[in-house]
């Protein structure tokens, strides 16, 4: 505020016609947002929490290298009631990629490894469905999502949480999943390189992706109450419950377990924890009170730094000009400065963490529903404070254009489902023994198609939770409506006739645009098996 006094008395000796322009802007400057005192931070995350119907949220700001901000809000789990506190423990999910990228940093700082190492220097098995991909790529391509893979590519070998799938498995069947883009030239978000990186780590340290993290990240920083599982957790007396929207109401759900691809989303921590892990960042890798070096800041730059070009669209609110993805980290211009983001979605919960090192501003907010909505409102409502912006009610905003997805969402899915249930009431009959019988993809396995208990069925052999009913719905295709509702992921399922009317494949597809891009129902190619009858 000193440096805008000294301004307007420079410009009076100047120029008269000035101040007023000057003093305008000196109005202007003082109107404008102040960072939210605590008591507000509390304000916006109860409004987002019940705005979005979330049951538990935990929010912390980092400010100039201190936490200034750590609380909890709501209930860790409507079964329980107990409340949220700094403490409560989260699945953070795909925040953990960014604790993959710094375990490979650190190998990179000791030599170890390269960047631009091949993957098959370290992995010889590594095998995509392109021979000149395969040899060409790189870890640096793991961690970029610019394999040539779609959306979420694979996915379903570990998303729903149940499937019996293997590091091996993940490895092997990455072969079978084609290009969609070219190499190198698009963005498109992928889970599985990110679990291929964290065998990258086991090989060239010697040390489990989970050993090294919490022996060369974690406990060095003092996050002692975090772990890169679920099961490796020391103590789970202050954890949540997942939560949804399980057919108008939430829910608790099942919590997922993440048995493999724990360096795609595995980390279970806290705001206490994080808070630590962002005060690093924001001080390049020093901590302690002798402010010790974790890893050469030069690595952060790098991790930091835009690998994969991203579409930016409109400028919109931020001023946002430029869009990337680092190593680990989406990376984007707002007002000017430098922003480091991830989110991270599981089963039931969703999280984001976010620094604006300029500012030495760090924003983590965790949830324990899957509206990604209300971190988004809660951080953004946090940040604009920091950046002299003036307020805006991105809760209100936020929960409109959620209303109208939802309504646009219902303009496809209804008359989809008016047509199915018109036709329950009037069942046709069908000749179910052109379908029946077992159809194999060659990554997700074999799925059997049935009749149980007077019911058309689908299961699933190695991915348990996708089983549920087969409904009729035009010609030769049916929507699976799965027997879990809180999966919200119902599908097309488009048998495949020859000419003599018999099944010989079957393919997928989503019914609701809203659908989880991790549910990758368009990647599936099944072929009917021969009976050996």
Request: a neutral charge; proline letters at 4%; charged letters at 25%.
């Amino acid at each position: 505020m000193e440096f805008a006094h000294i301004f307007i008395i420079i410009l009076y000796f100047t120029d008269m016609k000035k101040i007023l322009l000057a003093a305008c802007i000196f109005y202007s400057f003082q109107a404008r947002t102040q960072p939210l005192s605590s008591s507000a931070i509390d304000s916006v995350a109860e409004k987002a929490r019940s705005a979005f119907n979330v049951p538990g949220i935990a929010v912390a700001v980092i400010k100039d290298g201190k936490i200034i901000h750590s609380k909890g809000y709501g209930v860790r789990s409507l079964n329980s009631g107990l409340p949220v506190d700094e403490y409560t423990i989260f699945g953070i999910a795909s925040n953990s990629k960014a604790f993959t990228t710094f375990a490979l940093g650190i190998l990179v700082d000791e030599g170890k490894i390269s960047w631009d190492d091949k993957v098959r220097k370290w992995i010889p098995e590594f095998k995509l469905y392109s021979p000149y991909v395969t040899e060409e790529f790189t870890i640096r391509d793991l961690l970029t999502h610019r394999s040539g893979l779609g959306l979420g590519a694979g996915d379903l070998m570990f998303f729903p949480d149940s499937s019996n799938f293997e590091l091996k498995d993940i490895l092997y069947n990455l072969q079978f999943l084609k290009q969609v883009s070219g190499f190198r030239t698009k963005f498109d978000y992928d889970n599985n390189m990110y679990i291929v990186a964290g065998e990258v780590v086991r090989r060239a340290s010697g040390m489990s992706w989970d050993d090294f993290v919490e022996t060369r990240i974690m406990k060095p920083i003092g996050m002692t109450m975090s772990a890169c599982s679920f099961d490796q957790l020391k103590n789970k007396s202050n954890v949540i419950d997942a939560h949804a929207e399980v057919e108008g109401k939430v829910k608790v759900i099942a919590r997922s377990m993440m048995k493999v691809g724990h360096s795609a989303g595995g980390i279970n921590s806290n705001i206490s924890d994080l808070s630590k892990w962002v005060q690093l960042l924001l001080a390049q890798g020093k901590y302690g009170p002798n402010f010790m070096n974790l890893y050469d800041p030069k690595i952060q730059k790098e991790i930091w730094s835009p690998q994969t070009i991203m579409q930016a669209g409109d400028p919109g609110y931020y001023n946002t000009h430029f869009k990337a993805y680092g190593l680990g980290f989406f990376i984007e211009d707002v007002k000017g400065y430098k922003e480091l983001s991830h989110t991270g979605g599981l089963e039931g919960m969703v999280t984001q963490i976010t620094m604006i090192p300029e500012l030495q501003l760090g924003i983590i907010v965790l949830t324990n529903q899957q509206e990604v909505d209300a971190f988004i409102s809660i951080t953004n409502e946090i940040k604009d404070g920091y950046l002299g912006l003036p307020h805006k009610d991105w809760i209100g905003e936020l929960t409109s254009k959620r209303n109208s997805n939802l309504e646009y969402n219902k303009t496809i899915t209804d008359p989809i489902w008016e047509e199915i249930n018109k036709i329950q009431l009037n069942p046709p009959k069908i000749n179910f023994n052109i379908y029946a019988g077992t159809y194999r993809d060659p990554w997700l396995g074999d799925v059997f198609i049935s009749i149980k208990n007077g019911k058309y069925w689908f299961d699933s052999k190695r991915s348990p939770k996708l089983t549920g009913e087969l409904l009729p719905y035009k010609e030769n295709s049916f929507v699976v409506k799965w027997r879990d509702r809180s999966m919200d992921a119902d599908a097309f399922v488009i048998f495949r006739l020859n000419e003599n009317g018999q099944s010989v494949g079957m393919q997928m597809k989503a019914v609701s645009p809203l659908t989880d891009f991790s549910y990758d129902f368009q990647d599936l190619d099944f072929e009917k098996i021969p009976s050996s009858h």
